[in-house]
């Protein structure tokens, strides 16, 4: 029943896009509902532009500090998420990507995240693992399955 939510959201948003089309444009107009929605992808472009490029600068800032930059990372995927949102002509998703533009939404997207995430560290090699002889792994072929050359 839960893999059947995406799939059936992802059908009824199309549904809920022309319906906003319909009721925006009774209210203010055609031309002026045509224009929000090439404003919103202008402003999509712009602010993914803006809001990219300081992700970039944190994610580079976190790297030079040594740092995992997982927080940098998904902000700077959430801000990329956001402008295709703008970019898709609709209202509904104009809000959503408006949204995800806001710093405490991602904050809040951030905390929920890390809620299901567990770190485990495991280490690449055991403590003695320097001072054992490397294992020696043998081939048993018959001599149909080789040549010698005899030229060396």
Same mark, same amino acid.
């Given at each position: $029943?839960?893999?059947?939510?995406?799939?059936?959201?992802?059908?009824?948003?199309?549904?809920?896009?022309?319906?906003?089309?319909?009721?925006?444009?009774?209210?203010?107009?055609?031309?002026?509902? /045509?224009?929000?929605?090439?404003?919103?992808?202008?402003?999509?472009?712009?602010?993914?532009?803006? +809001?990219?490029?300081? &992700? /970039?600068?944190?994610?580079?800032? &976190?790297? +030079?500090?040594?740092?995992?930059?997982?927080?940098? $990372?998904?902000?700077? &995927?959430?801000?990329?998420?956001?402008?295709?949102?703008?970019?898709?002509?609709?209202?509904?998703?104009?809000?959503?990507?408006?949204?995800?533009?806001?710093?405490?939404?991602?904050? !809040?997207? !951030?905390?929920? /995240?890390?809620?299901?995430?567990?770190?485990?560290?495991?280490?690449?090699?055991?403590?003695?693992?320097?001072?054992? +002889?490397?294992?020696?792994?043998?081939?048993?072929?018959?001599?149909?399955?080789?040549?010698?050359?005899?030229?060396?």
């Amino acid at each position: $029943m839960l893999r059947l939510i995406p799939a059936v959201l992802f059908l009824l948003l199309p549904l809920g896009e022309i319906a906003c089309f319909i009721l925006v444009g009774r209210q203010i107009g055609v031309l002026p509902t /045509l224009s929000l929605v090439l404003l919103s992808g202008v402003l999509g472009i712009l602010l993914m532009r803006i +809001q990219g490029f300081g &992700a /970039l600068l944190r994610l580079r800032q &976190a790297a +030079q500090e040594g740092k995992l930059p997982g927080r940098e $990372m998904l902000d700077a &995927a959430m801000i990329v998420v956001a402008g295709l949102l703008l970019l898709i002509p609709g209202f509904l998703t104009d809000v959503l990507g408006i949204a995800l533009f806001l710093p405490p939404v991602r904050q !809040w997207v !951030w905390k929920r /995240l890390l809620k299901g995430v567990v770190v485990v560290d495991i280490p690449s090699s055991t403590p003695d693992a320097d001072r054992r +002889q490397p294992e020696i792994h043998t081939i048993d072929l018959d001599s149909d399955d080789f040549q010698r050359n005899s030229e060396r």
